[in-house]
């Protein structure tokens, strides 16, 4: 079945050192995918996402492309923040009705000034 | 605009109890989901709603999981009699379209955290 695979956390980074979480997805068809972001006693929020090959996603200074070819859709962000700790899922969405989130287990991204 | 309101944001039972509950997902939004949340794991759907029809349930425990959404609003999700391994966060969702087309945003409320002793 459709499944999501993110590297293994937790990642810790001294403020403005790049962010590259990696993700690679396994799915029939051309799935929409998606990170979401979990800050500290929060809920789940959208932080990007993609919609089919070749998008890049962007918001706050984090992007990802859906890489078709490599079955990857990768996160980064040039330069973190403190405020950037949070842990971080990636997850598809197939194209048919009644197709919900797959999620991957999240990674947990900590940044220290 | 308002989010996704759970309630309660933490329940403790004993097994073998029951508990339940309740999401009121964003005004307007025609699909609810909820997920359940194991520590260290994503989010797994149990049910997903499409005004107040199942869409897909195929993943919900249904000799002791149970859940509803009356008149396409809000949704109760209920547990008897509750196991060790239920303990969970409990995330409801819910996106704008009726469609349930993959590529809609879901919106999430803070969960619902429960210990099963």
């Known amino acids: 079945g459709d499944s999501v695979t993110q590297m293994e956390g937790p990642v810790t980074l001294s403020e403005e050192a790049f962010l590259t979480i990696n993700c690679t997805y396994t799915a029939t068809g051309y799935p929409s995918l998606f990170w979401y972001v979990q800050y500290p006693g929060e809920g789940l929020q959208l932080l990007l996402k993609a919609t089919k090959a070749d998008d890049k996603g962007s918001n706050k200074g984090f992007e990802a492309t859906y890489r078709k070819e490599t079955t990857s859709f990768h996160l980064e962000k040039g330069s973190v923040q403190v405020s950037d700790s949070a842990v971080y899922f990636c997850a598809l969405s197939g194209r048919q009705a009644g197709t919900a989130l797959i999620f991957g287990k999240g990674t947990t991204l900590s940044v220290s000034s | 605009e308002a989010g996704v309101a759970q309630s309660p944001r933490y329940k403790i039972i004993e097994k073998r109890q029951s508990v339940a509950f309740w999401c009121n997902p964003i005004?307007?939004?025609?699909?609810l989901y909820w997920y359940q949340q194991i520590l260290g794991q994503g989010p797994k759907l149990l049910i997903q709603?499409?005004?107040?029809?199942?869409?897909?349930d195929s993943q919900l425990p249904k000799d002791r999981f149970s859940a509803e959404r009356l008149k396409g609003v809000d949704s109760t999700l209920k547990i008897q009699p509750a196991k060790l391994e239920d303990s969970a966060v409990y995330l409801c969702?819910?996106?704008?379209?009726?469609?349930?087309?993959?590529?809609?945003?879901?919106?999430f409320g803070p969960g619902t955290r429960l210990l099963v002793l």
């Open positions: 969702a819910s996106s704008l379209e009726a469609s349930g087309r993959a590529s809609e945003t879901q919106y």
């Open positions: 709603f499409q005004n107040n029809g199942v869409v897909d």
């Open positions: 005004s307007g939004h025609a699909t």
